[in-house]
């Protein structure tokens, strides 16, 4: 199937090495603005990420490329049609970052190989997508507070993974 991405899409996949241990994984993002940020946290951290699509926009908008900034060409990006795909491609664990998991992100032991994922902003992800998972972590909050932005949410989930590992 043909990507809806285009050059960006080119120009990450004729990529051959990768630029970190750690991964991160954007279900079915529906937020340019969101994804361009996470690309530039990525490139950043010298971590991949895998996005699962269908996206809810196009990565050549200027909303994406706005957040990304220069970053974006940095960036290791990996795009799949959709989560088996995703899954028979990507050998470490999967650790999705979710609102209804029980163990604490920073009471959890994450390995050089791991890949932290979150779900589309909107809904999250589907309970066979939960399920599929290899491990489930939560941010807490305080009583009454919902959820976190995709992007704040995979900082937070990352820095500590990479805190543990000593890769920062």
């Known amino acids: ?58 990565f050549t908008s200027s909303k994406f490329k706005r957040a990304g900034m220069d970053y974006i060409d940095m960036a290791n990006i990996k795009l799949f049609d959709d989560f088996n795909q995703f899954r028979s491609n990507f050998a470490g664990r999967v650790i999705l970052l979710d609102v209804k998991a029980q163990v604490p992100y920073y009471n959890f032991k994450y390995n050089l190989n791991d890949c932290i994922m979150v ?31 995709v992007a704040v949410s995979l900082a937070i989930g990352l820095a500590e993974a990479l805190r543990q590992t000593k890769y920062v």
């Not at 991160?24 to 996470?38: M, S």
């Not at 779900?119 to 959820?147: F, H, L, Q, W």
């Open 1 to 58: 199937m043909k990507h809806n991405l285009c050059t960006i899409c080119y120009a990450c996949h004729r990529r051959s090495e990768t630029n970190g241990y750690m991964e991160v994984c954007l279900f079915e993002p529906e937020i340019a603005q969101n994804a361009g940020t996470i690309a530039r946290l990525c490139a950043c951290f010298g971590v991949s990420l895998n996005i699962i699509e269908p996206a809810s926009f196009i």
């Open 119 to 149: 779900g589309k902003e909107s809904t999250g992800i589907t309970d066979e997508i939960y399920n599929s998972c290899d491990e489930k972590v939560i941010i807490p909050m305080v009583a009454g507070a919902r959820s976190l932005n």
